[in-house]
Every structure is written in structure tokens, then in C-alpha cells.
């Protein structure tokens, strides 16, 4: 998958992590931010808005539909709502970058708009499955038309009058979830969905912040159309799955004492905290606070002796994003760490099960992929060559392997590095980690 520029991680081994971090803004809220700010009715003010490339996308994807966005600057942005049903065409495609949480939420919130719209996203994004929201969408009346392989670019045919659904997932998925709860605000009756296991609720909390009511009955969350979203100020947290790299690299690391400021701690996203206790991770939370309408505290690390465990499955969905470095926390464990239940990890930006079970394999880890999940046993890590396959979770987990590594790694195709995490390499020089980043030409 690599062309052109090919930004390349470049970790020394050893290292231990000391002082306190900010990491950047919440990915999933900072979207949401920009979709329902630019819906509701008056100014929204964001502070602490992440400006990665994905973020980046769906903000210039609202701004090519006629919304007015000042911004962003050092995290603020300001948002000047158009209304529920002020968006316009835009005059070409919205092009998505890498952002899948962007495309499935746009895709039900353009479903109920007067226009057509086409979505398109790059090589990665374009090989996504996209069927698993357009085909409830379907259900409720939407004209959306995908490649012969179910993904995008997405054509979106406006105009259609959309009916409620009572959905149950066959799959645990926030984006899913999200986009019919959004494409409900459009629809004729209430839209219904029932989760197989509890995942993010973002959306929720947030269109609650804007003043759109939702109700809540167990594993159904359902919304009714007819309300409105009144423009807000709102504060983003830090990003629980951009802390999750250092969570796992002061766990490993000898010597470290390292604490995070202002991490979302939302109860649907906290699984990594609660696997790596499990592991035996001293994780301390302290100085809890809301900030967005989303809990927040800060974290403080310090280096434990890790044990392989057998993951809970119960708390598979709360971490789906943070895998590629528990994995790595696994590689450092005494002992045996079984992953099931994990098939989702296979259309996330890579094959996240094969491609990690790949690079952990290249510096001498034992480490056996199943259909859904992992066998680590815990051992010593040595240098070499990992390709990260554009994924920029899995960059960012090797990177943290140099911990505990006995020889240099070099990490290829980082460039993605820069849609959820800028100045990952420089931040974590910060704190102690022997990374940098140099841009070549492959």
C-alpha cells in the first residue's frame, strides 16, 4: 500500500516513561462535534477538537455543504449551525480520507437530506465493508448505491422519506449504532436499536448535549424525530485510545512513573484500563470530572510485572481500538494471553489480528492468530522491520515494543500516524520513549 511518501518510525531500544502528558482530543467526539454543531440551531464552540486527518475530513466535508467553520486553532473550533435541514449539495464528491467513523455516520445522517452526495475515502477506507449501514439504511427507505463488493465510493440519492426501524445488530458496532440514531432525526417514526453487547455512546450523550432527546431501555436505545439540536459549548477529552500507548508503555517500561491529564473515561470505552489491571498494570484514576457531557479523570502509570490472562470477552468491545497495543502488553507478560471473541479486528483500518500476529512474529514473539482473536506467549522482543500496512494503531503499538526491545525497529507506512494522533513521535520523545520519525520515498 505504500506510494510516495513513506513515513517511517524508528525506535531504539530501552527507555522508561516519566512527567505528565496531555494526549490528544477524543477522534470519535471531535467528529460528532462537528456533525451535530453544524446541524443544531445557533454557535457551537469546541475546545480541545483533535486535528487529525480524519477529523480534518469531516469537518471539510461539512464546510463543502455550506457550513461556516472557523478553525480549527490549537484545538478551538466554531462551529456556525445551519439548522437541522440547512445543509446544501455540495459541488463534488466528500472526500473521507481514512475516516470509516465518518463515512458510516454521514451515510445516515445524508440519507434524510434533500441532495445527492457522493462519499468517497482512500485505498484503505475504500476496501471497508459498507453494507452493514446501508442495508438497515435500505430498510428505512434510503437510495444508497455501493461498489459490487459492498464499499464505497457511496452514492447517496436525496429526497427519500424515511421510515422508523426496529433494528436488532447482528454485530456490536458504534458506528453502526450511530449512524441510524443519526438518519432517525430524518425519519417519519422512531428508529429503534438493540446492541448484542454494550459499545460506545458518544452519539447518545452528545445529541443529548445538543438537546435531542433519547430514550434508553436496556440494550435498545431509540429516537423519535421532530426534535432539534441547539448549539452548544463543549470541551473534547483526551483520547482514552491514544492514551492507551502509554498506559502500556509505562506499564512496561522499568522505572516509569508517567500520569495522563484528562482522559475521556467513558464507561463504554474503559476496557483497556480494566484488561491491563487485569494484567496486573498499576493504573491509578484520580481528579474525576465531566467535561462534554463525557466523565473524565486523570490516569498515573507506574511500571508492574505483567500476567498473560485469558481477555474477558465482555470487555472485548470496550477496547476494539486498543488491541494492537495490548498485544504488545502481552509480548512483555510472563505467561500465556488468549484474545476470542474479537472477529471485528479484522475490518478495522487492517487486518488488525493478522497484521500485528505478522509484526509481532518479525521481532521474535510467539504469537498465533485465531478467526477471532490471539495466542501471545509473553517472552523477549527483538529489533527488526514491521510493516504497518498503513495502520496507524499498529505503528504506534510497535513503537511502544522498543521499550522493551533488544535491537532497533523500524516501522513503515506511518503517514496514517497523523489521522488520530499528530506529534505522537515527538510527545512520546517527551516522556521518555526512543522514537522518531523520518519521512522517505518508497
Sequence with gaps: MSSGNNVV???????????????PGDKSVSHRSIMLGSLAEGTTEVEGFLEGEDNLATLNAFRAMGVDIEGPSNGRVVIHGVGMHG?????????LGNAGTSMRL?????????????????????????????EPLAEMGAQIQTTGDGTAPLHIHGGQELHGIDFDM??????????????????????????????RDHTERMLEGFGYPIQ?????VCIEPGGQLKACSLTVPGDISSAAFFLVAASIAPDSDLTLKGIGL??????????????????????????????????RVRTAQLKGIHIPEDQVPLAIDEFPVLFIAAACAEGETLLTGAHELRVKESDRIQVM???????????TPTDDGMVIRGGSIGGGEIDSHGDHRIAMA???????????????????VDTSFPRFAELASGVGMRVSSTAGYS
Excluded at 518510525?9 to 494526549?23: D, F, M, N, Q
Excluded at 510497535?398 to 496514517?416: H, M, P, Q
Design 9 to 23: 518510525l524508528t525506535v531504539e531500544p530501552g527507555g522508561s516513561l516519566s512527567g505528565t502528558l496531555s494526549v
Design 106 to 134: 454521514l451515510t445516515g445522517l445524508l440519507a434524510g437530506q434533500a441532495f445527492n452526495v457522493e462519499l468517497t475515502g482512500d485505498t484503505s477506507l475504500s476496501s471497508r465493508p459498507m453494507r452493514r449501514v446501508t
Design 87 to 95: 445543509l446544501q449539495a455540495p459541488s463534488e464528491p466528500l472526500y
Design 170 to 199: 447482528p454485530v456490536a458496532s458504534a458506528q453502526v449504532k450511530s449512524c441510524l440514531l443519526l438518519a432517525g432525526m430524518y425519519a417519519q417514526e422512531a428508529v429503534r436499536v438493540t446492541e448484542p453487547a454494550p459499545t
Design 357 to 367: 500476529a505478522d509484526g509481532l512474529r518479525a521481532v521474535g514473539v510467539d504469537a
Design 216 to 220: 434508553r431501555d436496556g440494550a435498545t
Design 398 to 416: 510497535f513503537a511502544v515494543a522498543g521499550l522493551r526491545a533488544s535491537d532497533t525497529i523500524a516501522i513503515n507506512d506511518c503517514a496514517n
Design 266 to 299: 467513558n464507561p463504554t470505552r474503559d476496557g483497556v484500563i480494566n484488561i491491563l489491571r487485569a494484567m496486573g498494570a498499576d493504573i491509578e484514576v484520580f481528579n474525576k470530572r465531566q467535561a462534554g457531557g463525557e466523565p473524565v479523570a486523570d490516569l
